[in-house]
């Protein structure tokens, strides 16, 4: 299968601070990407959708200048939580597609705003 | 609009067999995915089906799909500890971006 590799996997940030979170597919070119947050047992919240090239597609509720989405290339999308608090603290998600139906996700960064 | 739902718990004994069913709402042309999630990790694809099929195979893993009844279930033969894990069902209409909606995920467990 398609591999798609996510950094970090873990990340402690003071609160007031941003921080990024990458998503690279590592053997195929993504035209989408998707970045989801998953809350402990509960399941996964899409926060918005990617295309290279174009500007993110959010959900509705979640905050487009909160979490700045930048998809710059086939290979690599970036989530930036800017001015991260401690209710931002959740496991974070990607995915990333091409032209096969299928979504393959990255591993999952654990944040943590303290 | 998209709905998929699935029971939360199945606990099985090592060995035998483990079903865990999901249900759908939408009726058009779609795939269907099986996902596994363990602790802290991502999620890994294990198998999906187009809905003008009614079974998948794969090794372990059976995919069975009744479209009238808008019913998917996947069953594990001879489950193993190592399969515990949250397994998600979901589903992307075909002609869009594929965006998969997920059920909320049924925790297998596996005992001794």
């Known amino acids: 299968g398609a591999v798609v590799s996510q950094h970090p996997s873990r990340v402690i940030c003071k609160s007031g601070t941003s921080v990024k979170i990458e998503c690279r597919s590592l053997?195929?070119?993504?035209?989408?990407m998707f970045w989801y947050r998953q809350f402990p047992k509960q399941s996964l919240m899409l926060m918005a959708t990617?295309?290279?090239?174009?500007?993110?597609?959010?959900e509705q509720g979640v905050e487009k200048d909160k979490f700045l989405i930048n998809h710059a290339s086939l290979t690599l999308s970036t989530l930036t939580v800017t001015s991260a608090h401690p209710e931002d603290s959740s496991f974070y998600i990607c995915?990333?597609?091409?032209?096969?139906?299928?979504?393959?996700f990255g591993q999952g960064t654990r944040l943590t705003v303290v | 609009g998209e709905d998929v739902e699935q029971s939360l718990f199945l606990s099985v004994r090592e060995g035998d067999s483990s079903v865990i069913n999901c249900t759908y709402t939408?009726?058009?042309?779609?795939?269907l995915y099986w996902y596994k999630q363990e602790p802290g990790a991502g999620l890994q694809l294990l198998t999906y089906?187009?809905?003008?099929?009614d079974m998948k195979q794969d090794q372990r893993l059976t995919v069975l799909l009744n479209k009238k009844d808008k019913h998917l279930s996947l069953r594990i033969a001879d489950t193993q500890t190592g399969d515990s894990a949250i397994y998600f069902c979901?589903?992307?209409?075909?002609?869009?971006?594929?965006?998969?909606?997920f059920g909320r995920g049924t925790s297998l467990i596996v005992h001794p």
């Open positions: 939408d009726s058009s042309s779609t795939y």
């Open positions: 089906i187009f809905s003008n099929m």
């Open positions: 995915s990333a597609r091409d032209l096969r139906p299928e979504a393959f």
């Open positions: 990617s295309n290279e090239g174009s500007k993110a597609t959010y």
């Open positions: 979901a589903e992307s209409i075909t002609g869009g971006s594929y965006i998969p909606t």
């Open positions: 053997d195929f070119q993504a035209t989408t």
